[in-house]
């Protein structure tokens, strides 16, 4: 583990590789200077030739940060039970200020030269499948698309009910008109009923009181 008395941290502490057979694959590792000292880098592998490093050296200075991008090379056969024995180290020193990566001395990661500590990083190298890289992807998927077909579900039968609730109060107004229109009707109808029944009498009269004029007096 990294502790804040150390030259640099790293992260991740392990190299993970999406593993497919013709395909390349690369992993990034943020290196952070944790002092006030100008700290060089030297990337070393137990593979140089399966892993393309940029940059596999370098001068950080204080506090500063930097990428490392490892590449694995594609590579055309599975290993054996998808196990990686592959190590990777990453060394620490720290150098005198204005120092360029050309002017340091050839034992400068070596841990005989006595100049000052010489830290060292371990990495793991560790490959995953594209199933297994998407997994937990696809378990959040599911549990995003549950959650959605949950929601879309409770907003349908909110929107059913309501277009249920919609619908019953539209049968009662409905209910309500064809109420208002009988009882305007019924008024109408008698009304008329009078007036024609009215008009028979007056007529009826009229006739009789002709016919009675028109009889003769004995």
């Avoid at 990453?90 to 001395?105: A, F, I, K």
Wanted: hydrophobic share 40%; with cysteine; aromatic share 8%.
């Amino acid at each position: 583990m990294n502790v804040a008395a150390h030259l640099i941290s790293v992260h991740p502490e392990d190299l993970k590789f999406q593993f497919e057979l013709e395909k390349q694959s690369y992993c990034d590792l943020k290196v952070t200077n944790n002092t006030e000292h100008h700290v060089a880098f030297k990337v070393k592998t137990t593979s140089p030739k399966k892993y393309f490093v940029r940059p596999n050296a370098g001068i950080m200075h204080p506090w500063d940060t930097c990428v490392i991008r490892v590449t694995l090379q594609a590579q055309r056969e599975y290993p054996p039970n998808m196990q990686c024995k592959d190590k990777f180290l990453l060394q620490s020193r720290v150098v005198p200020p204005n120092t360029n990566l050309d002017e340091l001395p050839q034992d400068t990661f070596n841990k005989e030269a006595g100049i000052n500590t010489l830290e060292e990083f371990k990495l793991r190298v560790i490959y995953i499948t594209p199933h297994s890289a998407y997994g937990n992807m696809e378990d959040g998927l599911n549990q995003n698309f549950d959650a959605n077909v949950t929601q879309g579900l409770q907003r349908l039968k909110d929107e059913r009910d309501a277009a249920v609730r919609q619908m019953q109060l539209l049968q009662q107004d409905l209910e309500i008109l064809k109420r208002r229109r009988s009882c305007k009707i019924v008024p109408g109808f008698s009304i008329k009923l009078t007036l024609v029944v009215g008009l028979i009498g007056i007529t009826v009269g009229f006739l009789l009181n002709v016919l009675l004029l028109s009889t003769p007096a004995k």
